[in-house]
């Protein structure tokens, strides 16, 4: 996709669209797009109508015009799920922005047993409300028409089932004194769901690990450097885009 994406509850069939609201401002007020200029309208799900301006009206509505009819996105093979540790402050948002502009396509978060941030009642449903509003800000950004699902936070018992359904599950581990595989090297399925763990800044607790071992997850590292937990998954969703073929 190169032209602007607006999100919309269900892509219209066309010929003729009305795009008001939040959306409707953003592009009138913000994005101050033109008749003639290209669109593209999604509903983050994967499907997706390519248009044209045809008129500005006030400050809020965008006519868009010369709509090519609903198509649809392929869903992924294999499928890219990131268990993301809670960060400290702002960083959870920055890990779900850059996650989703490389091309994640889950992300579940995690309350380790490690995590200084605690998400508890109205402040873990805020947070839970910012990850997800983040993920839909980044995925227009980056342009996509299928937006990562953001999961409600997950007990460690939870994750646990999750990497015992998937097809390939891996827990990032950079203890040296623990056998760990390369991530760049390890055997990968063609499809299906590959799941990946990432812990806290004070990494995965040897209990946790065992239980997610114990589930069936492999334990890997990305290379010898040790990186925070909000670069983590993205910086391991970036190598599995590459070697399953998804960025070729």
Do not use: Y
Not at 165 to 190: G, N
Not at 208 to 215: D, R, S, Y
């Amino acid at each position: 996709m190169t032209a602007p994406v607006f999100v919309v509850e269900q892509v219209p069939e066309g010929p003729e669209f009305v795009l008001e609201g939040p959306e409707g401002r953003h592009a009138v007020s913000v994005k101050r797009l033109r008749a003639g200029e290209d669109v593209v309208l999604t509903d983050g799900r994967g499907h997706w109508a390519e248009g044209v301006v045809g008129a500005a009206e006030g400050k809020d509505q965008l006519v868009v015009t010369r709509l090519t009819g609903v198509r649809e996105e392929a869903g992924p093979a294999p499928r890219i799920t990131v268990v993301q540790a809670l960060p400290k402050g702002d960083r959870g948002e920055v890990a779900v922005e850059t996650m989703t502009e490389t091309g994640v396509d889950g992300i579940v978060p995690w309350q380790a047993s490690r995590c200084i941030t605690q998400w508890k009642g109205e402040r873990g449903l805020k947070s839970l409300a910012k990850w997800r509003n983040t993920a839909r800000e980044a995925g227009k950004q980056s342009r996509r028409v299928r937006f990562p699902d953001v999961a409600d936070a997950m007990t460690t018992k939870q994750v646990a089932a999750l990497l015992a359904a998937a097809d390939f599950a891996a827990v990032l581990h950079e203890d040296r004194d623990h056998d760990s595989e390369p991530l760049a090297t390890v055997p990968l399925p063609e499809s299906g769901e590959i799941v990946l763990v990432v812990g806290p800044e004070g990494g995965v607790s040897p209990d946790e690990l065992a239980v997610f071992t114990g589930a069936g997850a492999r334990t890997c590292r990305l290379g010898t450097s040790v990186l925070r937990t909000s670069t983590a998954g993205t910086a391991a969703t970036a190598l599995l885009l590459g070697r399953t073929g998804r960025w070729s």
